[in-house]
């Protein structure tokens, strides 16, 4: 990895990391070589992205200390702005660099999300995405079935909640995605569970 992008990486860590975040690379053309077109994002394929993840401490290192400055406005998702405003404050301690946020929960016109967010967390290595096409034999027929993510260490206690697009920063470092972390047997399973028992709260979308 090109000395001055490990710099920066560095720099947002030292930034999220104590907030209950994680950050992780990729190229953008990672993610648009699985997607189709019409889900793809509108940078060159050697952009330098991060998806940016909270872990369970978050809710302890900056949402409630969010709350407690009293700094929520009226919106949507308190959740949603206490992302905001930290991912505010790395805007404005990377002012020098062009950078690009997309969140999780925006959309498009059309009604697509600006990004799919388990495809960024799968091509960028911070958690493995299980799909349908993962399992071997399954016996759900007709049905929508949707993919599930799998954090290493948190397993699906994790949200994916934005990206960091620089597209002035062009990467030429190699992949390195993150292996199956389940065995094939268990894929089924995970699956299913996800698909039909929400309140476990695994990441699972499409």
Not at 55 to 73: C, S, T
Not at 84 to 95: F, N, P, Q
Not at 128 to 154: A, F, M, N, T
Request: glycine share 6%.
């Amino acid at each position: 990895m090109e000395l001055h992008v490990v710099h920066l990486e560095r720099k947002i860590r030292d930034l999220l990391e104590n907030l209950g975040f994680e950050i992780y690379p990729f190229k953008v053309g990672w993610y648009n070589e699985i997607l189709p077109p019409t889900f793809h994002l509108r940078y060159s394929d050697d952009t330098l992205a991060f998806v940016v993840l909270s872990i369970p401490a978050m809710f302890d290192k900056a949402f409630k200390p969010f709350l407690k400055k009293q700094l929520l406005k009226k919106i949507h998702d308190p959740v949603d702005q206490c992302i905001s405003y930290h991912l505010s404050m790395v805007r404005e301690s990377l002012a020098d660099q062009n950078m690009d946020i997309m969140y999780d929960y925006e959309i498009l016109p059309t009604r697509k999300p600006k990004f799919l967010a388990q495809t960024a967390a799968h091509v960028s290595g911070a958690a493995y995405l299980y799909q349908r096409k993962d399992v071997h034999q399954d016996s759900w027929g007709e049905k929508k079935i949707y993919g599930v993510c799998i954090h290493p260490s948190y397993g699906g206690w994790f949200a994916i909640r934005a990206l960091l697009l620089f597209p002035d920063i062009k990467q030429l470092f190699g992949c390195t995605r993150l292996k199956s972390i389940c065995i094939k047997q268990q894929i089924g399973c995970l699956i299913h569970t996800c698909c039909h028992h929400k309140q476990l709260g695994l990441e699972g979308h499409i």
